[in-house]
């Protein structure tokens, strides 16, 4: 075992040349970042996880209720053994062979079974405000952090001047606010890791879930190595647009069109604004070329710049994504709905239309963010408005 650490936390890996762990080990001068102190984001984790519990309960949903928000989940289908046994055992969508012989077996017309598998479908969706709580607590706790995070920054030289990033490094003390802040976010994306399986089910979970991988990898990664203050920017660019999802998403759920039309437009321009504009030419720019110019070449900055490049493609087809769905929210005048929700519509003209053929939009954004995101953007939304 001591043999695969000694492997592991090379110092030709980790750190630029000349530069020992022992030269970095912090003193009563001077603190640096150790990576024992990350055990500290699982317990912080959990307490962030039991507040939002706390929250989303006794803030949330008031608030909730109190815009007459929807409480009530979707109607439920009838009680029926048969269709029951065919939704848990063979399929909930059936195809058109299997709705016919249903139809015979139980008298039933093939557009009451049909309606029947959409409800019963919709029962294992979550109510309207179960995604109002979740997003409220998204939003307040990414207004939370983003504005931490501006107030810590515009104190720093490195805010206004990236390479003041590199300057001293690796021998940059650790400062209380920068710990706090890298800790607290940390702590974050680890219960957002877990808890994603219990919270609404989003159609690009697996992005979202490759994302927060990739947060939380950057984010001890860059604590490690002690590149935390290019860290912090990175974070706080990322919060911002979040803040506008959440925020648009909540509008949704209140039923405020014209208000959650003008957030996810607001939303859209910053997002493409901050992730393909500033991040390449701002935090891109100064890991690719003011850092090699600074300290040369390691190991270590090469994995760091690989993890940025992922985080880029994702910002890129996210983007693209939401680009899309602006362009049809726009040339249809309206911006569809979040079908992060995954209601199914109930109206009877899309009876009428096979699934497979039925028309929809793709409203898709994370999550982030997410730098989301963040946590989660939106996505395939059907044209039958759900307000």
Known sequence: MAGILAWFWNERFWLPHNVTW????????????????LYLAFPLAF??????????????????????????????????????????????????????????QLDWDVRSIQRWFRQRRNQEKPSTLRKFCESMWRFTFYLYIFTYGVRFLKKTPWLWNTRQCWSGYPYQPLMPDLHYYYLVELSFYWSLMFSQFIDVKRKDFGIMFTHHIVAVTLITFSYVTNLTRVGTLILCLHDVADIILEAAKMANYCKCQKLSDLLFLTFAVVFIVSRLGIFPLWIL??????LYEALGNFPALWVFNVLLIVLQILHCLWSYLIIKAAYKAISKGKVAKDARS?????????????????????????????????????????CSEEH
């Open 342 to 382: 995954d209601v199914e519509s109930s109206s009877d003209e899309e009876e009428t239309v096979p699934r497979s053929k039925a028309p929809h939009s793709a409203i898709t954004t994370n999550g982030t963010s997410d730098a989301n995101g963040t946590n989660g953007y939106l996505t395939a939304a059907t």
């Open 22 to 37: 022992a030269d970095l080990q912090s003193t009563e001068e001077a603190a640096f970042p150790q990576a024992e102190d």
């Open 47 to 104: 307490c962030i996880f039991m507040i939002r519990l706390l929250f989303e309960r006794f803030i949330a949903k008031p608030c909730a209720l109190g815009l007459k928000v929807q409480a009530n989940g979707p109607q439920k289908a009838q009680p029926n053994a048969i269709l029951e046994k065919v939704f848990t055992a063979i399929t909930k969508h059936p195809d058109e062979k299997r709705l016919e012989g249903l139809s015979k």
């Open 285 to 290: 720019n100064t890991t690719f070329f003011e």
